[in-house]
């Protein structure tokens, strides 16, 4: 996937379900679906062991089938090992109506599960971080690829 199509993918998308977040913060699926929804995306949890939960002012659902269809979820940004995306890409491809993207993390490959979406018309990205390709691609890294804040030193 080219930088244009991923700028074009980030800009469209509006409500993102982040399967496999942690409501604990030092987790990395919590602070990218953190800051998903400080950069003005609607984040839509999903964890079923913290189903009921409030995250991200939204209620936390056990899976996508659970989601009510009118959310309008299109982009569903997956935490979960490879040998898990398959069914998770189901699940979405049958009760997500609006999904247009499925998004895997770093590390997570599925080619299966890639194939299942596309064969849909879902674009499907792989290995990357949202997070950080949204930095990236709007200037929002700093040195050493992390988007730090001031830091004071006294060497």
Same mark, same amino acid.
């Given at each position: ?9 980030l ?12 409501p604990?913060p030092?987790?990395p ?12 995306y609607?984040?839509?949890?999903v964890n ?6 409030q995250?991200?002012?939204?209620t936390?659902?056990?899976s996508l089938?659970?989601i &009510? +269809?009118?959310s309008? #979820?299109? @982009?569903?940004d997956?935490? =979960?090992?490879? %040998? ?5 890409v189901q ?5 997500? &109506? +609006?999904?247009?993207? #499925?998004? @895997?993390?770093i590390g997570? =490959?599925?080619? %299966? ?11 499907v ?6 997070k ?9 890294l ?8 001031v830091i004071?030193s006294?060497?």
């Open positions: 996937m080219t930088d244009p199509d991923l700028v074009r993918l800009k469209s998308t509006r409500v993102v379900a982040c399967v496999g977040v942690s604990n030092v987790r699926s919590h602070y990218v679906a953190r800051y998903l929804t400080l950069k003005g609607r984040v839509i949890p079923p062991g913290h189903a009921g939960a995250l991200f002012g939204e936390v659902f056990g089938a659970d &009510p +269809a009118d309008r #979820v299109d @982009m569903v997956i935490f =979960r090992r490879s %040998e898990h995306v398959t069914p998770i699940q979405a491809i049958k009760y997500l &109506p +609006a999904l247009r993207t #499925v998004w @895997m993390q997570v =490959r599925n080619e %299966e599960a890639a194939k299942l979406a596309e064969a849909k018309g879902i674009t990205v792989q290995d990357r971080c949202p950080i390709e949204y930095q990236r691609l709007f200037g929002e700093r040195m050493g690829g992390f988007a730090t804040g004071s006294k060497l």
